[in-house]
């Protein structure tokens, strides 16, 4: 850190006198050291996929960076994740209360807002810190299915594919050659699979692997259970090897 800059980072409401705010940029760079988390919109529905490093003894079933908002809205975290559950609880509160008072399914860009706001203020106030986690919303509403992208600055994006975490600028540029407008839920799925089998240690197995998937047709979150995640990591192989020869 530069001289001039020193100090600037102790508090949330400083800006640096190159406009900085540091401890919002520390926060996304926590985002970057977590591990991946991937967001696939396909013209079937939308594809939720993470790497999940349990220990040996560890339970896998339990996901710990998939989260259920509404029945059609699902959500990806990387970075610190009990910030994300702080936001997650916010939004299904949000999202039962829109069905309260309006009577309908919360609309997925109106939750993505509601998180990017609850972020906002936490750059703007003494006494707090920014959320360390970005999180990829993805859904089906009645404009059809979403993907957005919310980080600790307060900014959400939409977006056909995403990726965060460790590793995310190789993989967006991956997905960004790879990625068709109409893609079938199965090829999205299993190019999720080929995207964190890029960037990770392990490039065979599935335990890492955590996914779920709202699809068009139910307009419901499901979890993928390992099986169809075998066969969808199957098919990621199987891309993978036909690229290199």
């Known amino acids: 850190m530069l001289p001039a800059a020193a100090g600037y980072d102790r508090a949330i409401t400083v800006f640096s006198p190159d406009g900085r ?37 560890q339970i896998s079933n339990v996901t710990q960076k998939i989260f259920q908002v509404d029945d059609h809205i699902g959500v990806a975290a990387a970075g610190y994740i009990p910030d994300a559950r702080t936001q997650v609880d916010h939004a299904r509160f ?14 997925v860009e109106g939750v993505a807002k509601n998180i990017a706001d609850m972020a906002q203020q936490f750059t703007q106030y003494a006494g707090v810190r920014p959320f360390g986690v970005a999180l990829i919303l993805a859904g089906v509403d009645k404009n059809g299915s979403a993907l957005f ?10 977006y056909d594919a995403v990726a965060i975490g460790a590793g995310s600028d190789q993989v967006t540029e991956f997905l960004e050659k790879s990625y068709k407008a109409d893609i079938s839920l199965d090829e999205g799925a299993a190019l999720a699979i080929e995207s964190i089998y890029l960037v990770s240690e392990e490039k065979t197995g599935t335990r890492h692997l955590k996914m779920a998937i709202i699809d068009n047709k139910t307009k419901t979150m ?24």
């Open 21 to 57: 705010l540091y401890q919002v940029e520390y926060a996304i760079e926590t985002v970057r050291r977590g591990t991946l988390a991937i967001g696939i919109k396909s013209k079937d529905g939308v594809i939720l996929a993470v790497e999940e490093k349990a220990r040996k003894l």
């Open 94 to 107: 949000f999202a039962q209360s829109n069905r309260l008072i309006y009577d309908e399914p919360v609309d």
């Open 149 to 158: 992208l919310t980080d600790p600055s307060g900014t959400y994006i939409g």
């Open 222 to 245: 499901r979890k993928v259970e390992d099986e169809e995640i075998e066969r969808y990591a199957s098919m990621a192989r199987d891309r993978t090897s036909k690229r290199g020869t």
